[in-house]
């Protein structure tokens, strides 16, 4: 099946700073979403991406499609205790797979 | 309102008992999901419903066995399940299925199997 490299695996920072975090494919993909998931609950949606070269913002989140259609990045600015969890990205390719694809996603922890 | 709601939150079943997990959405969606999730790793696609209908069964073993009783409502009922079978059991539905939908998860059922 299709594979999405997420990176970093984890993160550690300070309160107050940017994050950035990435996927990459060697396929095409047609949609990138991007979900927040802390302990004990499901994935929540942050921000869903369509078309090549977007960019989407949601609050202090924002994210892209990569232009080649094989890559999308998600920024955090100003980073915040609550932010903490564990961010990944999914998409649907162009080979016609019917299920999401999931990278193995980014744990972030921010100290204080 | 993009919620789905699973019950119960947690479950302890033995190897020899039959349980089902619950899974209601009143969006209106038509496709509805099942992943399982181990700590840590992404989340797992077992089933996919299309119009209450089972369009996916990812080679998921007979001891899980999905239900849609109509377009609002999901279980799973489980039955002689393997201690390696706990993990986090994750509800979605999405407007269609198919490519470019968005899925939105329920909270989950976190199972132990003793």
């Known amino acids: 099946g299709q594979q999405l490299n997420q990176s970093p695996q984890s993160m550690f920072i300070q309160e107050g700073e940017d994050v950035s975090m990435n996927c990459t494919s060697s396929?095409?993909?047609?949609?990138w979403l991007w979900y927040k998931q802390e302990p004990g609950e499901g994935p929540v949606l942050l921000i869903a991406?369509?078309?090549?070269?977007e960019l989407t913002s949601n609050g202090r989140l924002t994210a892209q499609f990569g232009i080649t259609r094989k890559d999308s990045f998600l920024n955090i600015s100003a980073s915040i205790p609550s932010d903490v969890g564990i961010y990944f990205c999914?998409?649907?390719?162009?080979?016609?797979?019917?299920?999401?694809?999931f990278g193995k996603g980014t744990h972030l922890i921010i100290q204080p | 309102d993009t919620e789905v709601t699973q019950t119960p939150k947690h479950l302890v079943m033995g190897m020899t008992n039959k349980k089902s997990l619950k899974c209601e959405q009143h969006m209106g969606h038509r496709a509805m999901y099942w992943y399982k999730q181990k700590a840590k790793k992404p989340p797992e696609l077992m089933f996919v419903?299309?119009?209450?209908?089972?369009?996916i069964n990812e080679s998921v073993p007979s001891r899980f066995s999905p239900e849609c009783p109509n377009s609002s409502l999901l279980n799973l009922h489980l039955h002689a399940l393997q201690p390696e079978d706990s993990a986090l059991y994750l509800c979605?539905?999405?407007?269609?299925?198919?490519?470019?939908?968005?899925?939105?998860f329920g909270s989950g059922t976190q199972l132990s199997v003793l």
């Open positions: 991406l369509y078309k090549a070269g």
């Open positions: 419903y299309s119009y209450e209908k089972l369009s």
């Open positions: 999914a998409g649907y390719s162009g080979g016609g797979a019917d299920g999401l694809t």
């Open positions: 979605a539905s999405s407007q269609f299925a198919g490519r470019n939908e968005k899925l939105f």
């Open positions: 396929s095409i993909f047609n949609t």
